[in-house]
């Protein structure tokens, strides 16, 4: 359980940034190159590497050099588990909240 947790972590600290996100919101199209996600934002490309590189790290990206082009794309995996996690949440609040509105429903 611990290492989902570390991995959770990684991905929430991935996507709390809004940077970042748009970066993954750029790669649901497919396949992108570190330049091509850069080239809208208001910053060198070396940070967008930098963006990039946390976006690996949480397991959220995967990069390969193809040629003198690194290419990004997304890991579908990591994002299922994460929305696992948030749906167990769910409907375990889902159910407190049934129970709570039959127990208040009750008098």
Do not use: Y
């Amino acid at each position: 359980m611990l290492d989902q947790v570390d991995e959770l972590d990684l991905v929430f600290h991935a996507l709390a940034d809004p940077t970042r996100r748009a970066m993954v919101e750029r790669m649901t199209s497919g396949p992108v190159s570190v330049s091509e996600l850069a080239r809208p934002l208001p910053m060198s490309l070396a940070a967008a590497l930098q963006h990039v590189q946390v976006l690996e790290a949480s397991g959220l990206v995967h990069t390969q050099k193809e040629g003198r082009v690194r290419m990004c794309r997304i890991e579908p995996k990591t994002l299922r588990n994460a929305e696992k996690w948030i749906l167990e949440r769910r409907a375990t609040w889902e159910a407190r909240l049934d129970r709570l509105d039959k127990l208040l429903g009750e008098d």
